[in-house]
């Protein structure tokens, strides 16, 4: 599929080649050439004012109606029958949305046994819960998860549907975009409507956190987008709600699947939930292999603090996933951050440039970690993290 031009109508402007964020249009003389890499994005539609640019219908997708059936949808994502916060706060910024395009909110309930879930989510502000119950929805399996909620989806049709960028929504929301054929934005950190358009602006962080960028899904719908848990205030419970819930069953659940439940492995817990932490003690591809681990949980103790990773100790198998700190980690702000062979690529400092006092400890002295720290120790963490430590109990007798 290739980019629509009417000729006839260009007036070689040149507007389409300044907005093409590709690169991919020119100007060669008074005629407009596509070259390679048009990923049919708009941008140049948008801004032709004599409609010389279109981007072509894609065969199954489904176009956005006049006016959407159904409304603002949550996804009530809940683990062991335990509702995640983020559903409620993303509730919240429904009802917000949801007042601006005058439609209702509904919460997404799937689960088995989860029905006493419906209330806590009808006291946060959904209209409506459309509450999906089967034993196979007991234990999170994406292929499962996604095929239900393609299926109400599909049913439904919510004009947008938000679910909390938690490693449970990043597994599957976006096989239910691919499915539904519509966009998904990940990991916003605000929403607005325009009123107009009924568009869902959606922003995020981009190029690493550099710039915000504002998002939009104009041509299909649902308009999707995932949010990072703790960034939106969570709904205030309603005096009396009012609302209703819509029990579903599913005819996805009755076909063959190519995956199945085996079993959880519950990982261990840190000492200190990494958010909570006013000490984070990180370690990285310095520490070299798993029991040099042990090196930062002792000055972590002693610090009151918790042990933090960068993604290389993680996919090391060095340090669980969940002290990962960074783009497709946590994102921290403790009081102290001590960075230990940690080189700070930009993934990770997007985790942690907000801490009040970072320290690192560094071999390098051209790591793009000092660039950041307050304090850089240039030296071998071996030697200088035991030295820490030692100071630090004499110090405390
Ligand atoms: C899409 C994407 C998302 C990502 N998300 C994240 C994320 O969330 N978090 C994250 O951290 N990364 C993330 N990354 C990876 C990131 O780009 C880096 O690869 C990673 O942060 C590097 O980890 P590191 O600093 O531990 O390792 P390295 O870059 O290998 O640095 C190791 C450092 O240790 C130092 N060192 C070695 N030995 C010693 C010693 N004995 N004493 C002192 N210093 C020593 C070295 O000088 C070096 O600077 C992501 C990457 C991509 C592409």
């Not at 006016?67 to 409620?88: N, Y």
Request: some cysteine.
């Amino acid at each position: 599929m290739s980019l629509i031009f009417y000729s006839d109508k260009c007036i070689a402007c040149g507007e389409c080649v300044e907005a093409c964020p590709f690169g991919v249009l020119r100007l060669e003389g008074e005629t407009l050439v596509i070259g390679d890499g048009c990923n049919l994005c708009g941008a140049c539609v948008e801004v032709c004012e004599v409609e010389a640019l279109a981007v072509p219908e894609t065969e199954g997708l489904a176009p956005r109606p006049e006016t959407p059936p159904d409304g603002v949808w949550v996804l009530a994502e809940q683990r062991r029958g335990e509702l995640a916060p983020v559903t409620i706060e993303l509730l919240g910024e429904a009802r917000r949305l949801a007042e601006v395009l005058n439609v209702k909110v509904a919460a997404v309930l799937l689960g088995d046994e989860v029905a006493h879930l419906s209330e806590a989510l009808l006291y946060a502000g959904a209209n409506q819960v459309y509450l999906a119950e089967h034993p196979l929805l007991a234990d999170f399996v994406e292929e499962t998860y996604a095929a239900a909620l393609t299926e109400l989806a599909r049913k439904f049709q919510p004009e947008i549907i938000l679910a909390g960028a938690t490693y449970l929504g990043r597994a599957f929301i976006p096989q239910v975009a691919a499915a539904l054929k519509t966009g998904l934005t990940a990991d916003c950190t605000a929403f607005a409507i325009d009123p107009e358009k009924r568009l869902l602006l959606q922003t995020r962080p981009a190029f690493g956190g550099n710039i915000m960028a504002t998002i939009i899904t104009p041509r299909t719908y649902p308009q999707m987008a995932t949010a990072r848990p703790g960034v939106f205030k969570p709904a205030l419970p309603a005096a009396a709600p009012d609302g209703e819930v819509i029990r579903v069953d599913l005819a996805a659940l009755g076909r063959p699947r190519r995956s199945r439940f085996v079993s959880t492995v519950q990982e261990i817990k840190e000492r200190i939930p990494l958010n909570a932490a006013e000490v984070i003690v990180a370690g990285g591809r310095g520490l070299k292999e798993a029991k040099h681990v042990k090196l930062l949980e002792e000055l972590a103790d002693l610090l009151g603090g918790a042990v933090g990773a960068t993604r290389a100790a993680v996919d090391a198998g060095w340090i669980p996933y969940a002290q990962q700190i960074g783009q497709t980690g946590k994102t921290v702000a403790p009081k102290l951050y001590i960075a230990c062979g940690i080189s700070g690529a930009t993934q990770h400092l997007v985790g942690m440039q907000s801490s009040d006092v970072i320290v690192a400890i560094n071999k390098d002295p051209q790591a793009p970690i000092f660039q950041i720290a307050d304090v850089g120790l240039v030296g071998d963490l071996f030697e200088i993290i035991p030295a820490l430590i030692q100071e630090i109990k004499k110090d405390r007798g």
